[in-house]
T-cell receptor
Framework: DAKTTQPPSMDCAEGRAANLPCNHS???????VYWYRQIHSQGPQYIIH???NNETNEMASLIITEDRKSSTLILPHATLRDTAVYYC?????????????FGPGTRLSVLP | DADVTQTPRNRITKTGKRIMLECSQT?????MYWYRQDPGLGLQLIYY???????NKGEISDGYSVSRQAQAKFSLSLESAIPNQTALYFC???????????FGPGTRLTVL
């Protein structure tokens, strides 16, 4: 699986958009970008994933650059409950030989 | 009711004791996983299973064993616990055709 690079921490004001970057310059053509988050020692929670096109769901939006070497997770109106560690992972969607590799992630603090 | 459950949620044990952590899921997924997480770090894969007759080692399988008793149940054993196995342990499941994994609430294990 391709490696990812994320900033170790970020702050965001409550009610504002939180934009979390991820670099994955060695991503392969068949690898998806996944985002998970972990709220204070709870089990990680799936947020969103995408291949090439931008994706949006009820939790967030995922913007992937045209060359696919980086992406941004956007939480449109951050709340205090969005304070968590956010993990960016790249991998093939259905690969019998490999699984998710969770790095240290970005610790997002939403401030009142 | 939670889709992925883990028992016990907390356990304190002594060096040399045998410990079993259990995971059950009601999602009907074929695939199940065990991860450990050390403080401030990402998750590391211990073992994974793609169906009842399939068991595979992950990154850090030494000192651990698993049993897939049924599609819905996947147990992790520490045959002789040691202090550096003190960690948070997460079970996860995924569908064969989809990419995302669903995590249990975790078991906090302390080995004295």
């Amino acid at each position: 699986d391709a490696k990812t690079t994320q900033p170790p921490s970020m702050d965001c004001a409550e009610g504002r958009a939180a934009n979390l970057p991820c670099n994955h310059s060695t991503i392969s053509g068949n690898e998806y970008v996944y985002w998970y988050r972990q709220i204070h020692s709870q089990g990680p929670q799936y947020i969103i994933h995408g291949l090439k096109n931008n994706e949006t769901n009820e939790m967030a939006s995922l913007i992937i650059t045209e060359d696919r070497k980086s992406s941004t997770l956007i939480l449109p109106h951050a709340t205090l409950r969005d304070t968590a560690v956010y993990y960016c992972i790249v991998r093939v969607a259905d690969n019998y030989g490999q699984n998710f590799v969770f790095g240290p992630g970005t610790r997002l603090s939403v401030l009142p | 009711d939670a889709d992925v459950t883990q028992t016990p949620r907390n356990r304190i044990t002594k060096t040399g004791k045998r410990i079993m952590l259990e995971c059950s899921q009601t999602k009907g997924h074929d695939r199940m996983y065990w991860y450990r997480q050390d403080p401030g770090l990402g998750l590391q894969l211990i073992y994974y299973s793609f169906d009842v007759k399939d068991i595979n080692k992950g990154e850090i399988s030494d000192g651990y064993s698993v049993s897939r008793q049924a599609q819905a149940k996947f147990s992790l054993s520490l045959e002789s616990a040691i202090p550096n196995q003190t960690a948070l342990y997460f079970c996860a499941t995924s569908d064969r055709l989809a990419g995302e994994q669903f995590f249990g609430p975790g078991t906090r294990l302390t080995v004295l």
